[in-house]
């Protein structure tokens, strides 16, 4: 995914939108490096959470997203372009697709957004983070930063038909760098503290 005139324009406009409608504000941003391969990991609230992590980012960031949100007017495409690509939930084929799309981005040098929680809470409370985004770290050795994204679920929950004027808070922190463990035998208990650890990174900065 090219940093194209469509994406520096739509990313402007989207910027402008949210910061008048959500009073959004940014910290920490630089902590998402310009280029090189990078896994971006933040919780997961709403269909808007790719936009909103995105938008102080110059680099194109791609990202899973439910196969049938495609269908929806206006925010599937508004997905595509800002570089979501489809995966189904069910697993399967599809499932198996959206993994080596990932592989091949990172190890040729992309940005991939991914929500370690696996789906948006319904509840506001954050959920489990599972596993598979440190061993995507590992098998390609590269850096997760954790995102934590504050005021999103009274924006723009699951219940809610429309987004809401909430302020908004998006908070990038230092990246994780992950060093695998000698003993093959640890690696499924490795895999589930970093994981946790991860978590806890993205809690601290929710009020």
Known sequence: MERTWAFVLSRWLMMTLCKLYFRVEFEGKEHVPAQGPVIVAPNHVSYLDPIWISLPIKRPLRYMTWNQMFSVPLLGPLMRAYGAFPINVDGGVGDRT???????????????????????TRTGEMMPFKPGVIRLALDTNVAIVPVTIIGGYRAFSPHHKFPRPRKLKIVYHPPLRLTPPTDEAQLKSYLQEQAEH???????ALP
Not at 109 to 116: A, E, S, W
Not at 198 to 204: C, D, E, G
């Open 198 to 204: 991860l978590q806890k990174i993205v809690a601290s």
């Open 98 to 120: 959206a993994l080596k799309h990932s592989l091949k981005h990172l190890r040729t040098g992309g940005g991939l957004v991914i929500f370690p929680e696996g789906g948006r």
